[in-house]
Each structure stands twice: as C-alpha cells, then as structure tokens.
C-alpha cells in the first residue's frame, strides 16, 4: 500500500520567515531526491532514505523523507524531534495544500481554526484503489501538541475552505458509510460533511451543511426519475448485497437530503417512489438507518434526523 503525507504549515504570524518546497505536482516544480543529504543513523526514520521536502515556521520544521519502500514525516522544534511517523510499506511523502486542486491554497501563516494559534497539518494517504486519508491537525505552540486527526476516508478531494467567510476555515469532505451497502464502490452515495473547529475540536457544522429546500417541481422531477429507474425488481430481499432490486438513486437522493437538512424530505421520496405491491418497504428503511447508524457523524447528525426509521405510515 501506498501512504502519502501532505503536509501544511499554518500559522498566525509573518510570512517572511516561512518557507515551503513543493514535491513534483501538476502545478509545482519537480525537484530531484537525490539533491537533498540523506538522514543519519540517528534519525528515527530508517537510514539511507532521502529528504524530498520541508517547510518552516519559526522554531518549527516539517520534513518528510522517502527511499521507496521506506518514508517518514518529521516535525522538529528548535532542532528537537516532536512528531514523527513512518511506514514502510511504499509510502510516498509531498507538501502542499489539498489531496488535489478542490480546494484554492491557503498561505502559510494562516490560522485555520480561529482559536488564534499556529497550527500545521500533516495529510496522510494509505494508497490502495481509492482509500485512505488521514488529516493530523497540530498546533505549534507551548505545549505542540495534535488537536485532531481527520478520518476523512476515500475523500481524496477533501480540503480546507472558508465557507462562511469569517476568515478561518472548515474541513469540507464526505462520508462514505455507505461504501459497498448493496452496491459496488462506484456507485456508492457519499454524502458531504463539513467540520468546522467549536468548543476546542472539529465538529460536524450541521448548518454550513444545510442546503435549500428543493422546489415542488425539483422534488417531482427527482421523484419521477426514481419511479421510473430500472434498478427496480420484482422483489427487494433484506439480505442481499448487490443488485438488490432497489436503484442507488433512491438512498443517494435520501442522504442528500438528509445531510441537507431535510431529512423530511428524505422519507417523503421513500414513501412515495416505492412500488405498490413491492413488500420489503419497512424492512429497507431498518436496514438503511442502521447503516447510516454506522457512521462515524451520526452522534451529531441523529438530532437531525431521528426517528430512523421513521413512524410507520409515513
């Protein structure tokens, strides 16, 4: 498997001491391994492989190294090692800002949380098809210390972002608790989440995830093309796990509104588009909250959306 690291440096502060180095990207320049003095005996990180990029912030350094299968990311203040993580499974380390181009660069000397300290993150990638990544978020202050890590999943385009523009930013990403759930992976519905730094920690900000309403034409159009999917069978077996004669397009649409803040709505578009004469309807529902229930957001999602499933009759 494969593990990248992205890492940021922000912190509050001047931008004339900080530096960053890019590792080869679409958009940065591509700089040679073997230009840069390889670790000691000494280091934590195995000997022999190679520093490929840094980035400072007064006392601090962020380093990451890589000599394929070995690599390691180092965070160092005042010359003394205070973080370190490595993996020798193929990882491969680069510095930058988002997992890809979703997001716009946030400058270095950024304080992402509003608590008005320096902060960095360390992104971390465990390759595979399509999985996983991981957002250590530190601050940089007296004590250093890791305010939170991020699972963020198969959310390769997961980024910070100032959505509210009150000048600090949000984690913006998606939940994958519905990964495989009687589908295969391409098909399955991730719903977005946002996080935003409350009380001391991230949280799930329920209302930069809220999103308007649907018309009474949008919400008809929606319903139409569910009714007349072709994914619909002739019966709808509770224990199946693919091609389960219920088209994705049903719980996708639900969890869309869900996470919209209209979970209302969400129920409606399940009474109304399932079949008459089609039995498995409450079932579903059971089946589909429970998952649901497996998501890591539901603590702080449920207020807004139980009872799941919902009384019977609707």
Known sequence: MLRLFI???????????????????????RISADAYPKLGKSSPCPPGIHWTA???FREYVIRVYREPPE???RILKGGALVYSRHSSSGSAFGIGNNFSSAGSNIPIGTDITGAGKPNAIVSEWTGGVHCCFTLHVFELGEPFHEIAQIEADDSDTAHFIDLDHDGYYEFEGYDFAFAYWKTAFAFSPAPRIVLKYRGGRLRLALDLMKQPAPSTEEF???LRAIK???EWGPEAPPSCDHDCGVPVALWRNMLVFMYGGHSDLAWRLLGESWPAGLKGKDVFAARFCKQ???S???PE???????CPPAAGR
């Open 220 to 222: 008809a159009a929606r």
């Open 54 to 56: 840094e980035a400072r």
């Open 228 to 230: 007349s999917d072709r």
């Open 71 to 73: 690599a390691c990311v």
């Open 296 to 298: 890591r957001y539901w």
């Open 301 to 307: 999602l449920k207020d807004g959306i139980e009872p």
């Open 7 to 29: 890492v940021w440096t922000l912190a509050a502060g001047s931008l004339s001491a900080q530096s960053l180095l890019s590792t080869p990207g679409p958009s940065g320049p």
């Open 292 to 294: 649901l229930g497996s």
